[in-house]
């Protein structure tokens, strides 16, 4: 995953204690903090 998000314009990768193929059900805060770092971070109102 990390190979593949370094050939991605803008892709960041993170990786997730605790939590397999389903990240976003088994550590729900950890993702939301890192989807909306990046949301914010890339889609900043104007």
């Known amino acids: 995953m990390q190979r593949m998000a370094s050939r991605i314009p803008a ?6 204690g605790d939590a397999g ?5 088994e550590q729900p ?3 939301n903090t890192a989807v909306l770092s990046f949301l914010q ?6």
């Open 11 to 16: 892709a960041e990768f993170r990786c997730l």
């Open 21 to 25: 193929h389903i990240a976003d059900v």
């Open 29 to 31: 805060a950890a993702f």
């Open 41 to 46: 971070r890339h889609f900043q109102a104007h």
